[in-house]
């Protein structure tokens, strides 16, 4: 099964950043969705964001402190997280679908076909 690969997670105090990498396969262009999704003990798995042909839609709770983005090789999902909250304190997981040209706010965590392991985010008061 194709999965992939986050790095970056570890423990902050609130206000503080952190930065999540998702190495993508060779094979998922940046014409498909993609993006970020969290879940945190005893809650749904939520989007975070998503992005495609470098179009970035965030989720409100995100705005202003989270970025998504791609290096210029579009082969690295980034997840730059910034003035984090202890709320924000979940297992996050990158995620790409394997096809269509299209994106949605509403598309849910079973539209995407490609998923990493997950990576733990913990930030504390």
């Known amino acids: 099964a194709v999965r992939l690969v986050e790095s970056g997670g570890g423990s902050v105090q609130a206000g503080g950043s952190l930065r999540l990498s998702c190495v993508l396969p060779?094979?998922?262009?940046?014409?498909?969705?993609m993006g970020w999704f969290r879940q945190a003990p005893g809650k749904e798995r939520e989007r975070v964001g998503t992005?495609?042909?470098?179009?970035?839609d965030s989720a409100d709770s995100v705005k202003g402190r989270f970025i998504i983005s791609q290096d210029n090789a579009k082969t690295t999902l980034y997840l730059q997280m910034d003035r984090l909250k202890p709320e924000d304190t979940a297992m996050y997981y990158c995620?790409?679908?394997?096809?269509?040209?299209?994106?949605?706010?509403?598309?849910?965590?079973?539209?995407?076909?490609?998923w990493g392991q997950g990576t733990q985010v913990t930030v504390s008061s």
């Open positions: 995620a790409a679908r394997r096809q269509g040209n299209y994106c949605f706010r509403q598309m849910a965590p079973a539209d995407f076909h490609y």
């Open positions: 060779e094979f998922i262009s940046d014409t498909v969705c």
């Open positions: 992005i495609m042909q470098g179009i970035v």
